[in-house]
């Protein structure tokens, strides 16, 4: 039995979902535990509840980003990461059955206030996807589209700039400096996904969401990603939603662990890892289901 | 035990696959055979359209020396347009004829005679004289059309002068047509009548470009109303339009709106444009409107579909770096759709260029000589043109209506090919 728990375990980073076996005498609690909250806040998450039609995917969830902190989100599929992160730059005003309350915070600024327009939120809150997904346009133009549709440049040469420093910040100027244009989807998955990253940090947003940004790529490619975030957290704040522990154990700042729409703990990575305060998180690293 | 269990699957499967490939096998006939049915009706259909047609694009002309005579003419001031209009020129062509056949004598034989040349011979020389003044008074030869029924004998007759179908002709005028045949001034030459002139009641002297261009006309009303407004429907119900009994109600009615008879549609229009915003029957802006009706829900159900098989992740990313819908739409989603859209658009177009009964009841069946220069010229389309020849009993009606299928069936070709090569052309990846 013990080792095919151990196999288990081993498998976390790929992205397959399992039927969650969860262990009965766990009591999952009404409060997180750990830190959910942080001094100094870039953004303030309270009382969160998401309903997609009569089904709830988020409860109660309180959370706090730090500044220039990564954060990460981990937990058994299903569980709501995605929807949570989803709704920091409410992308999920997309979809139509789902309703968010509760309140956001960016700045001292609601962001679901009915007067918020979404445009200039989305502008402050980048979003990376989990499948890159450039445009297919050229890589100047992948680039290039987000200043522009915003006005940051009123030149050429300034949106020239705009695109090379991009593109440098997301380390793949070097490799498609002689090909500015050509078809961004005729790069690699990982160039790609950095494409995207570059076109997220064209506009400047605070704050950049990730979600799985690395579940498509390769081992190289994914160390390439991971080394950026790194470089990014100088200037950005992160929030990432993935599905290997090892990445985020090797990224992030905080890691916050979610279970069936809930926030369960939210612990410096270190301790979550090595010493985690729940037991549903520790069942979860430990891989005894996910 | 479990060797023997091993055998004995290994039986069965051997023995259930000669029986799949079996299956297999015929499964396969039935699809060559539908293929094959499908190409048999087509050879069948073009082979018969070309053998009658194809006969159609040449015409029978013979060279007649003709002399300007001023005086045949009645023309005493040549500078006069008026007189040049006026003048009697078919004078001129009987005298040439009498001219050739000088033993001809008596009204009815002289008028027989002269009934071997299209009469459509005096506006041949008219055009000329109004060309180049400087030919009155001189002699020249001309290729003149001759009469449709001796177009049908000279086609139908083989080389040693046997077997020809005499048809409306005499015997004395078979004679005639004979000698001039034996003489070597008769010969068959492209019809090029058939491509620039309108309908008439002489076969030899109706052509298809009235109704080409009535086509064309009706088609440019089409394409620039259903296009716009379809591709604006579909982009407003797809794209912003709330998901509700309402919306639900109206795609409902689009989808049985594709299925309407277009004769209904001609109904519509009959009544709606001619009867209520009193317009002109027979003009292609009415035709336009009544098959931009008929093609919209074609068009918005295409352009839906090309629309919503735009990859989400695409609406996401432009989204989630601030973009309006308007933006996300008019930069991202409709580029990504037009060549769905175009498709769609062209292939109703297609369908539009072939239809018939709509226009019956607006009245572009009537019988039009001038070439329409505009949109509210009295004018017939194509397949109407096709439908009111196919109606006349002469030999040469029959063969211009396969013609006539065979000029719209390369418009419907061309057309479709146009639409594949827009998809491959305009097609990208992601
Ligand atoms: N568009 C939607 N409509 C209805 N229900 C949805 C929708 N998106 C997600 N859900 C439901 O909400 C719950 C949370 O989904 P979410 O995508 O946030 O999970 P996740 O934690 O990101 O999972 P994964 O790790 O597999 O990506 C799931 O039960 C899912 O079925
Ligand atoms: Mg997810």
């Known amino acids: 039995m013990e080792a095919v728990i151990q196999k288990k375990s081993e498998k976390q980073g790929i992205d397959e979902v399992m039927p969650s076996n969860e262990p009965q005498d766990i009591q999952v609690g009404d409060k997180t535990v750990g830190k959910p909250f942080a001094d100094n806040p870039k953004m303030a998450m309270r009382n969160v509840n998401v309903h997609y039609g009569d089904k709830q995917a988020i409860f109660d969830v309180n959370l706090d980003i730090a ?41 001292d600024q609601d962001i679901y206030h009915p007067k918020q327009d979404i445009v200039p939120l989305r502008a402050r809150v980048g979003m990376v996807f989990q499948k890159p997904n450039p445009f297919p346009k050229s890589i100047y133009e992948n680039v290039a589209y987000g200043p522009k549709i915003h006005g940051l440049a ?137 | 035990m479990n060797k023997s269990s091993q055998n004995v699957t290994l039986e069965k499967v051997n023995q259930s696959l000669a029986r799949r490939y079996r299956a297999e096998k015929r499964f396969r006939a039935y699809g060559i055979g539908a293929i094959l049915f499908g190409i048999t009706c087509l050879v069948v259909l073009f082979t018969d359209i070309i053998g009658k047609g194809h006969s159609a694009f040449f015409q ?126 008769m010969e068959s030459r492209f019809n090029t009548t058939f491509f620039t002139s309108g309908d008439s009641r002489e076969p030899e002297q109706a052509g298809i470009k009235g109704a080409i261009m009535g086509s064309l006309f009706t088609l440019l009303v089409t394409i620039a109303l259903s296009f716009p407004i379809g591709v604006a429907a579909a982009v407003y119900l797809e794209e912003y339009a709330p998901r509700n009994r309402f919306t639900e109600f109206i795609e409902i009615n689009i989808n049985n709106l594709a299925a309407v008879p277009s004769i209904i549609f001609g109904l519509l229009g009959l009544s709606i444009f001619i009867g209520f915003f009193e317009m002109h029957r027979s003009i292609p802006l009415v035709g336009g409107l009544v098959l931009t009706l008929m093609t919209l829900p074609t068009i918005i159900i295409s352009s839906r579909a090309a629309l919503k098989a735009v990859p989400p992740s695409i609406r996401d990313a432009a989204y989630g770096l601030g973009a309006s819908k308007m933006q996300v739409v008019v930069h991202h989603v409709i580029p990504l759709a037009m060549p769905g859209m175009l498709t769609g658009a062209i ?84």
Request: net charge negative; with cysteine.
């Open chain 1, 67 to 107: 500044k220039n902190e990564v954060i990460a989100m981990i937990g058994p599929s299903g569980c709501g990461k995605s929807t949570f992160l989803r709704c920091l730059n409410r992308m999920n005003d997309t979809i139509e059955s789902c309703r968010v309350t509760g309140q956001f915070i960016l700045d």
């Open chain 1, 154 to 290: 009123s030149r050429r040469v300034e949106l020239d700039e705009i695109v090379e420093v991009s593109l440098r910040k997301a380390g793949l100027w070097e490799e498609v400096k002689d090909r500015l244009h050509s078809a961004g989807t005729g790069l690699s998955g990982g160039q790609q996904q950095r494409l995207c990253i570059a076109r997220s940090i064209a506009v400047s947003p605070e704050v950049i969401l990730m979600d799985e940004p690395c579940s498509a790529l390769d081992p190289i490619a994914t160390a390439k990603i991971e080394e950026l975030i790194a470089e990014l957290k100088q200037n950005f704040t992160i929030a990432i939603v993935t599905h290997s522990m090892q990445q985020a154990a090797r990224v992030s700042d905080r890691t916050a662990y979610f279970h069936l729409g809930k926030l369960i703990e939210v612990n410096d990575t270190k301790r979550v890892f090595t010493n985690p305060e729940h037991d549903l998180t520790e069942a979860y690293i430990t891989g005894r289901f996910g």
């Open chain 2, 60 to 185: 029978t002309h013979v060279y007649l020396e003709v002399t300007m005579d001023s005086d045949t003419l009645y023309i005493d001031d040549p500078t006069d347009p008026q007189q040049i209009a006026g003048a009697d020129y078919l004078a001129v062509v009987r005298a040439s004829l009498s001219e050739r056949f000088p033993d001809v004598s008596g009204r009815r034989d002289k008028r027989a005679l002269y009934a071997l040349i299209s009469n459509g011979a005096d506006f041949e020389l008219r055009k000329k004289l109004e060309a180049d003044p400087q030919l009155l008074g001189k002699t020249f030869g001309v290729w003149f059309l001759v009469d449709d029924d001796v177009d049908t004998y000279f086609k139908s007759r083989s080389d040693d002068g046997e077997g020809g179908f005499d048809g409306r002709l005499n015997e004395k005028q078979i004679t005639w047509v004979e000698s001039l045949i034996n003489e070597g001034v």
């Open chain 2, 347 to 430: 292939i109703g177009l297609a369908q539009a260029l072939g239809e018939t009964a709509p226009l019956l009841m607006i009245g572009m069946v009537a019988f039009v000589v001038d070439i329409p220069g505009g949109i509210t010229d009295p004018a017939t389309a194509l397949p109407v043109q096709i439908f009111l020849w196919s109606d006349s009993p002469e030999r040469a009606f029959v063969e211009r209506t396969s013609a006539a299928i065979m000029v719209l069936l390369v418009f419907l070709i061309s057309m479709n090919t146009l639409a594949i090569w827009l998809r491959k052309r305009l097609e990208r990846r992601w």
